[in-house]
T-cell receptor, first 111, second 115 residues
Framework: QKEVEQDPGPLSVPEGAIVSLNCTYS??????FMWYRQYSRKGPELLMY????GNKEDGRFTAQVDKSSKYISLFIRDSQPSDSATYLC???????????FGAGTRLFVKA | DVKVTQSSRYLVKRTGEKVFLECVQD?????MFWYRQDPGLGLRLIYF???????EKGDIPEGYSVSREKKERFSLILESASTNQTSMYLC??????????????FGEGSRLTVL
């Protein structure tokens, strides 16, 4: 079993839709939860960062962490064609160097 | 503007060749990483370095080695390339003292094809 599971998609939605991206994980030691966005032929860039459980909002993006269920989500409101990218969840524990990534979900937002 | 530069964006090599992938960062970061990215598998850590001349194996180090002679430069070496090493290779850096908490800054990737 992988430490982090993420549906690779692709996910195709119309412009303006609410998008929900999700990951599950198995290691209860994870404390830091991140979402990276990767455009085609580019490296990933940090989009959202959350510590422990709870919600974090940044503009049209909301990250949620439910540690009891080992489940994290990224919501995109009013999705735009410019949001078309691969979204990678990532997580790590305290005191370690490793960041573990999900497989990435490819998102297409149609104009 | 922070930058991680991977000098080779696209490479085609033959089986058995020695391959060098170079990565340079201008952020004075102590930690540097090499990942490979494959469809359906995400990013997998090959090697990382937490300081000059220091290196640690990641999850899939077999067939790879690394070199970090200067703080800003981290090289990935494939001693004898094989077809199963065809992949996208991503270099990343991170500031020291942030351990697992800090943002990883990635280069644009080096797409290697081994024939």
């Amino acid at each position: 079993q992988k430490e982090v599971e993420q549906d690779p998609g692709p996910l195709s939605v119309p412009e303006g839709a609410i998008v929900s991206l999700n990951c599950t994980y198995s290691n209860s030691a994870f404390q830091y939860f991140m979402w990276y966005r990767q455009y085609s032929r580019k490296g990933p860039e940090l989009l959202m960062y959350t510590y422990s459980s709870g919600n974090k909002e940044d503009g049209r993006f909301t990250a949620q962490v439910d540690k009891s269920s080992k489940y994290i989500s990224l919501f995109i409101r009013d999705s735009q064609p410019s949001d078309s990218a691969t979204y990678l969840c990532a997580m790590s524990g305290t005191g370690g160097f490793k960041t573990i990534f999900g497989a990435g979900t490819r998102l297409f937002v149609k104009a | 503007d922070v930058k991680v530069t991977q000098s080779s964006r696209y490479l085609v090599k033959r089986t058995g060749e020695k391959v060098f992938l170079e990565c340079v960062q201008d952020m004075d970061h102590e930690n540097m990483f090499w990942y490979r990215q494959d469809p359906g598998l995400g990013l997998r850590l090959i090697y990382f370095s937490y300081d000059v001349k220091m290196k640690e194996k990641g999850d899939i180090p077999e067939g790879y080695s690394v070199s970090r002679e200067k703080k800003e430069r981290f090289s990935l070496i494939l001693e004898s390339a094989s077809t199963n090493q065809t992949s996208m290779y991503l270099c990343a850096s991170r500031a020291h003292g942030t351990s697992g908490t800090g943002e990883l800054f990635f280069g644009e990737g080096s797409r290697l094809t081994v024939l």
